[in-house]
């Protein structure tokens, strides 16, 4: 059993930072990409950033000089340092990964989502 549980999130002042974290943790023998959406209310879910297993990243146009992913491969762990926050950020966050089991099967994981406030 794989569980990635995100946590960061929380109330932020426009022009603020958060930083998010995920771990994933179970019985994982490999991770590949790791990624963050976001959904906010009435908006289908976005992607964010992703960071393959070697550090290759992406970035939505809208996040782009913002936002950073990184990750550390010895803790299973994917962050999302946001600055520079506005309103239009403010959304549930999701993270998401590619992940083989010891049992060898490969599936996509999510998180429960960490909320993410944004006061103007």
């Known amino acids: 059993q794989v569980r990635l549980v995100e946590s960061g999130g929380g109330l932020v002042q426009a022009g603020g930072s958060l930083r998010l974290s995920c771990a994933a943790s179970?019985?994982?023998?490999?991770?590949?990409?790791m990624r963050w959406y976001r959904q906010a209310p009435g908006k289908q879910r976005e992607l964010v950033a992703a960071i393959t297993s070697g550090g290759s990243t992406n970035y939505a146009d809208s996040v782009k000089g913002r936002f950073t992913i990184s990750r550390d491969n010895a803790k299973n762990t994917v962050y999302l340092e946001m600055n520079s926050l506005k309103p239009e950020d403010a959304a549930v966050y999701y993270c998401?990964?590619?992940?083989?089991?010891?049992?060898?099967?490969?599936?996509?994981?999510w998180g429960q989502g960490t909320q993410v406030t944004v006061s103007s």
């Open positions: 998401n990964a590619k992940i083989q089991t010891k049992k060898l099967y490969v599936g996509d994981y």
């Open positions: 179970g019985s994982i023998f490999s991770i590949d990409a």
